[in-house]
Nanobody, 123 residues
Framework: EVQLVESGGGLVQPGGSLRLSCAAS????????MSWVRQAPGKGLEWVSG????????DYRDSVKGRFTISRDNAKNTLYLQMNSLKPEDTAVYYC????????????????WGQGTQVTVSS
């Protein structure tokens, strides 16, 4: 019943920006911390950013700190990731999850995961 639908990805040049959205349904969104996790081709899942249930606490992996901003609108059951100053190494499929651990190894795909949205950063 849990559904997470990511959108907003695309092709962008290095230094460009994108805003990703995640529409959530099938659970009480406002009770859960949420995270963005990405997967580059041939690589494992990599935690990017997390936010607590109320939206007052956020965290980021070092490589995106200062460039990405996670936020949420609990009234709209929507999670966001604003990505600025994009780099080629940000190229990946981006997923939102209803989990909030900060270790890459914490994340395993399950039935709650959506299709993700492709972000490609290339000149």
């Amino acid at each position: 019943e849990v559904q997470l639908v990511e959108s907003g990805g695309g092709l962008v040049q290095p230094g460009g920006s994108l805003r990703l959205s995640c529409a959530a349904s099938g659970f009480t969104f406002s009770w859960y911390g949420m995270s963005w996790v990405r997967q580059a081709p041939g690589k494992g899942l990599e935690w990017v950013s997390g936010i607590n249930a109320g939206g007052g606490s956020t965290d980021y992996r070092d490589s995106v700190k200062g460039r990405f901003t996670i936020s949420r609108d609990n009234a709209k059951n929507t999670l966001y990731l604003q990505m600025n100053s994009l780099k080629p190494e940000d190229t990946a499929v981006y997923y939102c999850t209803k989990y909030s651990g900060v270790s890459d190894s914490y994340y395993k795909k399950d039935d709650t995961w959506g299709q993700g949205t492709q972000v490609t950063v290339s000149s």
